[in-house]
Structures are given as structure tokens and as C-alpha cells.
């Protein structure tokens, strides 16, 4: 992916991975994660969906998860299982943990698609591996533990067995310190194994095969039917689809011309397919632009007419009117929440 290089400050908007670009995680999570910070609560930009790494940066940075990664263990616990959407209600209402690994699995990456996932049996053990799917850099650790904290409070939920010592949280990293690990949680520190080969979760296979308290097939199988749906969107829609070519820009926005046929149709299909999804190009460029916009007021002391020309508008006054419909709230207030949560308290 070819970008401009432009200077945003202390940092580039270049310096990252394309793949930090690239939607990965649900938007649900950013807001959970925004009120643990001293970040603006906006609301993210469009429809709830994906969203990409450099959108969580500014509340990973709040938050030091890169010098405090063990902070991840807290805000994975502080993510309820009901958040996780399709994933996670399926799995409260499978037959048995198995079942449920096995349903989270499928649906993962509808919600966190930073790590694939697998699920297997070893031996008397029941595991969920997580893999990170691009290089996460600093922010590997917390965005481990926040994954593997997550999933773990939905197996608390499903089976009261699977909140006992017999269950390990397993990470390929180094204990950490007594002085860095965090002094209020409601997990014991035992159930955490370090020097691990992968990062992931195991329960012994009694545990993982016992009858769930909460299954309920039927609604078992109607949100499988809503998990496959939103597996479908969330990887293969014709929004999804148009939201990674706009995040490959380089100097100038594709046109919806130029959008129909790098995806080899033509603009009514993509117009006529947009409007199934209750989306038209413009409300995804509107978001783009805004997500960059965020981005540049962030990170940068640039003026809001430089912002404006960087992203595409012809002026100062419509590039304020569009960010102000898609985020609740003016550049210029953005701003100032954001430095104003990046002084020392």
C-alpha cells in the first residue's frame, strides 16, 4: 500500500502498517476502551462495524498500553460477554463449552479480527489458540491479554467450572513484575501460565464437555443464522469491500468510477448493492475522510484549513459541516478534547 508521507507533529501518518489501516476490530470495543481514558466519548465514525488499529491508537496511548500492557487483562474483563455480539450470545447458549469454543472460533473475527483462531483437543485439554494475523508491535501484549480476557469472561459465563484454577490463561511472554501487574482484579493470578508456546486458553476436557446451564438450542441456532450474516458482511459485502480501497488511498480519493471497476462492476451495481446495505459511496468516503481527519487532530498541530485540503474538501466550512454529521461534533471541539486529554493531569 503507497501512502503520502505527511507530518502530523511527532509522528507520521506513514509509520505504521498498511495492516494497522486495515478494519480489525469492532467498534464496540473502542468505546468501551474510550471510557477507561480521559479520551472525547464521540461516537466512532458510521454504522457500528470494524474498525482499524490506527482508530485505537489515540486511547491505546491514553492508556500507555504499550510501557502498561497488563492494563489489556483489566479491559478484557471489563468487556462483558453480551458485547461480543453474535459470538459471544451464541456461545452462552450452546450445548456445552466445547460447543461454544468451537461457535467463538467461527465467529471471532466478526468482532477482533486481529488474531485468527483455532480450537482443538490435547490430551485431556480443551484450547482455543489465538494467533496474531499482522505484526501488532508495542501493542502485542495488550491486545493479547485484552483478547484472552475477553473470551475467558464469556467462559465464566457459560460454566462456573471454567472460573476455577483448573483453567490457564496461556502467553508466550515473560511473568511480569509484582509492581506491574495489576493490584485490583477479580481473576486470580494463579490461572496465568507464561513461557507458553502460543497465546491462548485451556480447560480441561470434563469441564469443556459438561451441559451449559444457559444452552438454548433454538436461540443457538437463530444466532448462528445472525453470526453467518454478519460473517458475510463483515468479509465480504460490498461496503467491506469499498472500505479497504478507500483505506489504500494514496494522494486523492478514488472516484465511485474508479472503485466499480477495481471491483469489476459497474457504478449502478455498486450503487444498487450500497443501497441493500442501507450505505452510498459517499456516506464510506464521508467516513474515511472523517477517520482521517481524526487522525491529523490527534496527532498534529496542523490548522484546520491544512486538515480540510489534506483529506479532500475544497474548504474549511464543508470539510467542518461533514465531520460534524458523521461524528457528533465539530474538528475544532475534537481537537481540543484530544489535547486536552494529552496533558499531564
Not at 501487574?181 to 480447560?203: A, E
Not at 471491483?263 to 467516513?287: G, P, V
Request: charged fraction near 20%.
Amino acid at each position: 500500500m503507497s501512502r503520502t508521507s505527511r507530518a502530523t507533529g511527532t509522528t507520521t501518518y506513514d509509520e505504521h502498517p498498511s495492516s494497522w489501516f486495515e478494519p480489525s476490530i469492532h467498534s464496540t470495543y473502542l468505546q468501551i476502551l474510550t471510557k477507561r481514558t480521559s479520551l472525547p466519548s464521540h461516537s466512532p465514525a458510521g454504522q457500528p462495524r470494524l474498525l482499524s488499529m490506527v482508530d485505537f491508537l489515540p486511547a491505546l496511548e491514553a492508556l500507555h498500553a504499550d510501557e502498561n500492557p497488563e492494563t489489556g487483562i483489566e479491559f478484557g474483563l471489563a468487556i462483558p460477554a453480551t458485547a461480543h455480539g453474535s459470538m459471544g450470545l451464541s456461545g452462552l447458549s450452546s450445548d456445552t463449552l466445547w460447543d461454544a469454543m468451537g461457535t467463538m472460533v467461527r465467529y471471532a473475527p466478526i468482532r477482533n479480527a486481529l488474531f485468527s483462531y483455532q480450537c482443538f483437543r490435547r490430551g485431556e485439554a480443551a484450547i482455543i489458540e489465538f494467533r496474531p494475523r499482522m505484526n501488532l508491535g508495542k501493542y502485542e501484549k495488550f491486545m493479547g491479554y485484552t483478547a484472552v480476557l475477553a473470551v475467558y469472561n464469556i467462559y465464566k459465563a457459560i460454566s462456573e467450572d471454567a472460573a476455577s484454577d483448573a483453567t490457564r490463561l496461556l502467553f508466550p511472554w515473560k511473568r511480569p513484575s509484582k509492581a506491574s501487574w495489576p493490584q485490583t482484579l477479580s481473576v486470580s493470578d494463579t490461572i496465568f501460565d507464561f513461557d507458553m508456546p502460543f497465546i491462548g486458553i485451556q480447560v480441561p476436557w470434563e469441564t469443556a464437555m459438561q451441559p451449559s446451564p444457559s444452552a438454548d438450542p433454538d436461540l443457538c441456532e437463530r444466532l448462528k443464522m445472525v453470526g453467518e450474516n454478519d460473517l458475510t458482511k463483515s468479509t465480504g459485502s460490498t461496503a467491506t469491500r469499498v472500505r479497504h480501497l478507500l483505506r489504500q488511498k494514496s494522494t486523492v480519493w478514488p472516484s465511485l468510477q474508479e472503485v466499480a471497476d477495481k471491483l469489476a462492476m459497474s457504478k449502478r451495481t455498486i450503487i444498487r448493492k450500497l443501497e441493500s446495505e442501507n450505505l452510498s459511496y459517499q456516506i464510506l468516503l464521508d467516513e474515511a475522510r472523517t477517520e482521517l481527519a481524526c487522525w491529523f487532530l490527534s496527532k498534529s498541530d496542523m490548522p484546520l484549513s491544512e486538515i480540510a485540503e489534506q483529506i479532500g474538501f475544497s474548504d474549511q466550512a464543508n470539510f467542518t459541516r461533514s465531520f460534524r454529521r458523521v461524528q457528533g461534533c465539530t474538528p475544532s471541539q475534537y481537537k481540543a478534547d484530544c489535547h486536552r486529554a494529552s496533558e499531564p493531569s
